[in-house]
């Protein structure tokens, strides 16, 4: 995932201290990896929500709760804990009373559940666990098979097995029988992962492999993002809740910035390519169902000479042929298309003001102006018929039908705003490059919530077969973080890579 907001689901605002750097952890390689590199740290700042939910005692109208219950892992895990807590009914309080220092976790797949957790147990505490099959792993390594899991696979229905072992101060937990043996060779080779950034708590995401996941793909919703592995970690700065990241990744033109006075949220996208489809939902076309071939075929009548066995009364004029052989055509669609091909953007940025106008603004030649402008005129007489334009002061405006507003656009220096109307460019502000910043974003999450229920009405509930690009992305986060207000996101680019740093604060985004 791109954003590694679990964290931020994990610890509250009010905590002050910094955990030690901790040991490393004999974690095999998966997909994700987590580690509390200091468990007693972690403790002392885990409050709210997400203690309760940890200790088992979830309270069921809590934000934290309903976000996480509406999540494909989340209802997955709640219908499988039921065949999972016989064998293990502990909760973060049994934990704890192992005395641990360390814990790490990797996770191999979220649709099977399959993970394994390592706990550094630095006194000889007994360990009530049950018995299962003794077994050993190909080095010798003893260990207890309690219940197959989906991924050795399990038989029946049950998706989290259980197997575990003891090892040289470890205690090894995993949900298959193949995860705890590649956790138990890892141990027996005298490998121990170490999260590369250290906080209360880090993460290393190999984002190629999440990027294919069903289970994520509310958080790659814009394609590849060619990131690879990354990690994160959770840290306070001065009382405040900071998540860091770093990656991998080519170069990126520096970023534009400007000023966002009373937008709920702003931000500068690195990736020029996801501009056309966000121009298209949130000015062109705001309908959140949008299909690549809009235009529906022309085909010629039946012929006059057509024999006589031929139904004529078959034939419906007022609607396309249907089947493989008359697919509906991308009209317009195309010019976006060739003017796409013209040049690659560098970036693309968006404002959306208090009163929930949205405006685009990105870099683009102005010899390609008037492409642009009939490429925006030939979507709108599809979506609405006759197009009239009018020039009001720098701006360009687009009109349907009896002179209603549809779009405009401005040039401001090197860069082109979008918006709804001309008036909604009227402050369109004065941009500027700044080195080596790509990427930025600023939201103000109390105002965003004001509108969480419209969004959820216009996108409709949440499902797990679906994906809903406001209400999941953003509404989704807002329950995650019920006590934060604002969000600031800051990416820099570095030699071989780049650093993100994001700031979760009480106080709304200047």
């Known amino acids: 995932m791109r954003s590694a907001f679990l964290l931020a689901a994990l610890v509250t605002l009010g905590a002050s201290s910094e955990p030690a750097d901790g040991r490393g952890v004999p974690l095999p390689p998966a997909p994700v990896r987590v580690v509390i590199p200091d468990v007693p740290a972690f403790d002392a700042v885990l409050a709210g929500a997400y203690r309760r939910a940890l200790l088992g005692a979830p309270d069921e109208d809590d934000p934290v709760t309903a976000a996480w219950r509406r999540t494909p892992v989340g209802s997955k895990l709640e219908d499988q ?10 909760n973060w309080a049994d934990v704890l009373k192992l005395k641990p220092r360390t814990l790490g976790l990797s996770l191999f797949s979220a649709g099977s559940l399959e993970a394994v957790f390592v706990i550094d147990m630095p006194l000889a505490v007994a360990v009530p666990l049950p018995p299962g099959t003794a ?13 197959r899991g989906a991924g050795d696979p399990a038989e029946g229905d049950r998706r989290m097995g259980l197997a575990w072992a003891r090892s040289a101060g470890w205690l090894f937990l995993a949900t298959s029988e ?37 289970y994520f793909k509310r958080e790659f919703l814009f394609g590849p993002s060619g990131e690879g592995r990354v990690a994160a970690a959770l840290r306070m700065e001065g009382g405040r809740l900071v998540e ?26 690195a990736e020029g390519e996801t501009l056309w489809p966000a121009l298209r939902a949130a000015l ?29 009364y078959l034939v419906d004029l007022q609607k ?76 360009r405006e687009l009109r349907l039908g009896p002179g209603l507003p549809a779009l405009a656009w401005k040039r401001v220096g090197d860069v082109v705003w979008m918006g709804p109307s001309a008036a909604s460019l009227a402050d369109a502000p004065a941009v500027h490059r700044e080195t080596d910043l790509v990427r930025w974003a600023r939201l103000d999450l109390d105002g965003l919530r004001k509108d969480a229920a419209r969004w959820e009405r216009v996108e409709g509930p949440a499902a797990p077969e679906t994906v809903r690009p406001f209400s999941d ?38």
Request: glycine share 12%; proline share 10%; aromatic share 8%.
């Open 81 to 90: 804990w039921a065949k999972f807590a016989p064998d293990l009914p502990w």
């Open 135 to 147: 077994k050993q792993t190909a080095a010798g390594a003893p260990y207890s098979l309690v219940a």
């Open 178 to 214: 193949k995860a705890l043996v590649a956790a138990l060779d890892e141990a027996g080779a005298g490998r121990e992962w170490k999260a590369p950034l250290s906080g209360l708590v880090a993460m290393e995401l190999d984002v190629a492999v999440l990027e294919k996941d069903r």
């Open 244 to 269: 860091v990241r770093q990656g991998q990744g080519g170069s990126k033109e520096a970023a534009f910035v400007f000023e966002t006075p009373g937008a709920f949220a702003a931000a500068w996208e």
């Open 284 to 312: 062109l076309e705001p309908w959140p169902d949008l299909s690549p071939t809009p235009v529906s075929p022309l085909g010629p009548l039946p012929p006059a000479g057509a024999a006589r066995a031929e139904d004529r």
């Open 320 to 395: 396309p042929p249907a089947g493989p052989g008359a697919p509906w055509e991308e009209g317009d669609l195309r010019a976006w298309r060739e003017l796409r091909a013209m040049g690659p953007l560098s970036g693309w940025g968006y404002r959306v003001s208090a009163d929930g106008v949205r405006t685009l603004v990105f870099p683009w030649p102005a010899r390609l102006m008037d492409d642009l402008g009939r490429a925006c005129r030939a979507t709108l007489e599809r979506r609405g018929g006759r197009v009239s334009e009018q020039t009001l002061g720098e701006a």
């Open 473 to 510: 992305r953003i509404l989704g986060l807002l329950g995650w973080m019920p006590a934060t207000r604002s969000l600031n996101l800051e990416r820099r680019q570095v030699p071989g890579g780049w650093t993100e740093r994001v700031a979760f604060g009480a106080q709304n985004p200047r």
